[in-house]
């Protein structure tokens, strides 16, 4: 290599060289990375839909790499303890953050500077995995059947019932608010450590409903454990065509959490390219499709560059709806 520049003038020379150095350090490290173990950080407890698809990523991930992907559960906060967590972590590739609206958007805007990072300057975004309406579910035992029935009894037994959330400042607390706000019906927040433990109380009967991700819901749905009154997109979905939507009965009501991949700040580019890539790679099995279209979920994937712009402007959506509905930390 050094016979290629020695005909530069030496500044030049030098500064080729270094390029150069950098360049093949870079691939090095590309090529090198996993070696060890990766810890997938959860920002919810165990049994909600995050922790479902870090769960199968983890897995398709060891597949393609070789090595354990080791799923870590961390909760509180609308996942914003998580994701500060990660964001203090080493910026080496070694500790991900399986990322959604709540804890990188909806949080750091109900919280503010107490979120404990800054999700804009904190974190790397490296890709959407997924996208999805949540679904609008009661307990069967509640006598509704559709939204403007569930709208007429919590008028009706106004401030009586409730709706659970997997935690205060969350997208799924988010659409309930939003709910009340539409509708003016007045109805009682019970925050959990989780979107599992919320539909186990709801499956118990502890709680009325709630908005939470298809991916745990459904099979309690097919199973007669809970039921299934809308879906929070704008629209029906083609997974649930005859399903109706929320805004159907509450116009301008529409709440679509998306998923995916994050990394602390200062993480080296060529880790952070790898880390894209092997997402895309893992978005196009057919497996993967599968296993989260069955749930509801549409896959889905883009560039670092694409998600950091995309997070950005989720962010401004979600400061203004919190700050319009006037959502205080709990």
Do not use: C
Not at 19 to 29: D, F
Not at 33 to 58: E, H, I, N, Q, T
Not at 220 to 236: C, D, I, P
């Amino acid at each position: 290599m050094k016979r290629i520049f020695a005909s530069f003038p030496a500044g030049l020379a030098r500064a080729a060289l270094a390029l150069a150095a950098v360049a093949m350090a870079s691939g090095a490290l590309a090529q090198a990375y996993p070696s060890r173990s990766v810890k997938l950080v959860v920002p919810y407890a165990a049994g909600g839909a995050v922790d479902m698809m870090g769960r199968l990523f983890a897995k398709e991930l060891n597949t393609l790499n070789g090595q354990p992907y080791v799923v870590e559960n961390k909760g509180g906060a609308g996942g914003t303890i998580a994701a500060a967590e990660v964001a203090r972590s080493a910026p080496d590739g070694y500790t991900i953050l399986i990322g959604a609206t709540g804890p990188n958007v909806i949080g750091p805007a109900v919280y503010g500077a107490n979120a404990g990072f800054d999700p804009l300057k904190d974190l790397i975004p490296i890709s959407l995995i997924a996208t999805t309406p949540y679904v609008l579910v009661t307990h069967p035992g509640l006598p509704v059947k559709t939204v403007p029935e569930l709208i007429a009894l919590a008028k009706a037994r106004a401030g009586k019932m409730n709706y659970a959330s997997s935690g205060s400042g969350g997208p799924d607390h988010l659409a309930g608010e939003l709910f009340k706000q539409l509708t003016g019906a007045s109805i009682v927040h019970v925050p959990y450590k989780g979107s599992g433990p919320a539909l186990n109380d709801l499956v118990a009967g502890q709680v009325d409903f709630t908005f939470v991700s298809p991916l745990p819901a459904m099979p309690l749905v097919e199973g007669g454990k809970l039921r299934l009154l809308a879906v929070t997109s704008k629209q029906r979905t083609a997974a649930m065509s005859s399903v109706p939507s929320v805004s159907e009965s509450v116009p301008g009501f529409e709440v679509a959490p998306w998923y995916g991949f994050f990394v602390p700040a200062g993480t080296p580019p060529a880790i952070v390219a790898r880390i894209s890539a092997d997402v895309r790679k893992l978005i196009a099995l057919d497996e993967v499709q599968q296993q989260l279209r069955k749930r509801g979920i549409d896959p889905s994937t883009n560039t670092p560059q694409e998600f950091a712009a995309f997070v950005s402007a989720d962010l401004a959506k979600w400061t203004k709806i919190v700050k319009d509905a006037g959502v205080k930390p709990e």
